[in-house]
């Protein structure tokens, strides 16, 4: 497993990456996808989880931003663009880089809670590593503007403190 600043990976790891996105996302599929007229947070750092023959299995990006939660100022923790090559599902690579993610959380000492958005058939693969549903609103921004997050479900993990299911969190930016 490796963790490190997005910016600083080596050729073969970018390369690597895009291998795995593209098996994860065909560019077929990708092309009618809805979100991808979404504006949509790049990650700052990411989790590498490595297969037995030394490919790329799990990849996991992470962000950190300053958000608001109930309009107090909250440092909040961001996992995105969780991917696992298809071949090797169900062997906890993910987990293992979700796991590193909120070990990164921790390491920080200011992150409250993390924030993730998945598809409404993950709630219960995430529910399973700790993450709970958030039924309250998020907000974000879109090209500049505040808007209301809709397009997929969102899930909070406790930090430095419980994890909030309900109110309102804004994310300063746009998602993740």
Not at 115 to 136: K, M
Not at 153 to 163: D, F, I, S, W, Y
Request: with cysteine.
């Amino acid at each position: 497993m490796s963790f490190g600043r997005v910016a600083d990976l080596s050729d073969q790891e970018q390369v690597a990456v895009r291998s795995l996105s593209q098996v994860v996302y065909p560019p077929a599929e990708s092309a009618n996808w809805p979100g991808r007229h979404l504006e949509w947070a790049e990650p700052e750092w990411c989790v590498r989880v490595w297969g037995p023959k030394g490919g790329l299995a799990s990849y996991v990006g992470v962000l950190l931003r300053e958000a608001t939660r109930d309009g107090q100022s909250a440092r909040v923790g961001g996992v995105g663009g969780v991917m696992t090559h298809p071949a090797l599902r169900r062997r906890g690579y993910a987990e293992r880089g979700l796991r590193r993610a909120l070990e990164f959380f921790h390491e920080q000492g200011s992150v409250r809670f993390g924030v993730l958005v998945c598809e409404p058939s993950l709630i219960a693969y995430y529910s399973r590593l700790g993450w709970r549903e958030f039924a309250g609103e998020l907000l974000v921004r879109q090209r500049g503007a505040l808007e209301g997050f809709t397009f997929n479900r969102v899930m909070t993990l406790g930090v430095g403190q419980e994890a909030p299911v309900d109110g309102v969190i804004d994310l300063c930016g746009p998602p993740w």
